[in-house]
T-cell receptor
Framework: GDSVTQMEGPVTLSEEAFLTINCTYT??????LFWYVQYPGEGLQLLLK?????DKGSNKGFEATYRKETTSFHLEKGSVQVSDSAVYFC?????????????FGQGTILTVHP | EAQVTQNPRYLITVTGKKLTVTCSQN?????MSWYRQDPGLGLRQIYY???????DKGDVPEGYKVSRKEKRNFPLILESPSPNQTSLYFC???????????????FGPGTRLTVL
């Protein structure tokens, strides 16, 4: 079945540091890939997405590139802020008989200190 | 404002006492889904619905029921809750499921359930 593996956290960084959160996936067919963010006490919000190989999703300074050859979708940001502290989830959504289910990684807790 | 709402946000109950968590969306979405979030496991799908009167099991359906009588509502029912159902629950919706895997799913704010 489909699966998503994220780097284990928690991740603790100082403000303005570079961020990478690794994500790899296993899926049949051609899934769409997503990064969701969950701020403390809130629901999940879509951060960015990519729907086909070599697509780059970007939003709020975050980027991720859909790499089919390495089945990866790593999240990066050049300079993190305290306000980026949250839980980040990598997810995939396959079409066809998966009927739209999102398959999530286990989540990575990011804490950014001033 | 386009949104998914859930009620209640917090609930503490006892083993065996039936409860319902409501979910409603105002975006005319066809697809709705319930997930539970547990530490170290991410989110796992409980049930989903592709349209009115069409529901099916996700990965962890045991102990749960759902119904989809109207397009906007998708309640989650726990007929006899047990402590292992203590979790954070999210409802989500998206425009459609088939053919368009890239549609964004919109999530509700979550319901934190504790079963004693």
């Amino acid at each position: 079945g489909d699966s998503v593996t994220q780097m284990e956290g928690p991740v603790t960084l100082s403000e303005e540091a570079f961020l990478t959160i690794n994500c790899t996936y296993t899926a049949t067919g051609y899934p769409s890939l997503f990064w969701y963010v969950q701020y403390p006490g809130e629901g999940l919000q879509l951060l960015l997405k990519a729907t086909k190989a070599d697509d780059k999703g970007s939003n709020k300074g975050f980027e991720a590139t859909y790499r089919k050859e390495t089945t990866s979708f790593h999240l990066e940001k050049g300079s993190v802020q305290v306000s980026d502290s949250a839980v980040y989830f990598c997810a995939l959504r396959a079409g066809g008989t998966s009927y739209g289910k999102l398959t999530f990684g286990q989540g990575t807790i990011l804490t950014v200190h001033p | 404002e386009a949104q998914v709402t859930q009620n209640p946000r917090y609930l503490i109950t006892v083993t065996g006492k039936k409860l319902t968590v409501t979910c409603s969306q105002n975006m005319n979405h066809e697809y709705m889904s319930w997930y539970r979030q547990d530490p170290g496991l991410g989110l796992r799908q409980i049930y989903y619905s592709m349209n009115v009167e069409v529901t099916d099991k996700g990965d962890v359906p045991e102990g749960y029921k759902v119904s989809r009588k109207e397009k906007r509502n998708f309640p989650l029912i726990l007929e006899s809750p047990s402590p292992n159902q203590t979790s954070l629950y999210f409802c989500a919706s998206s425009l459609e499921a088939i053919r368009t895997a890239h549609n964004e799913q919109f999530f509700g704010p979550g319901t934190r359930l504790t079963v004693l």
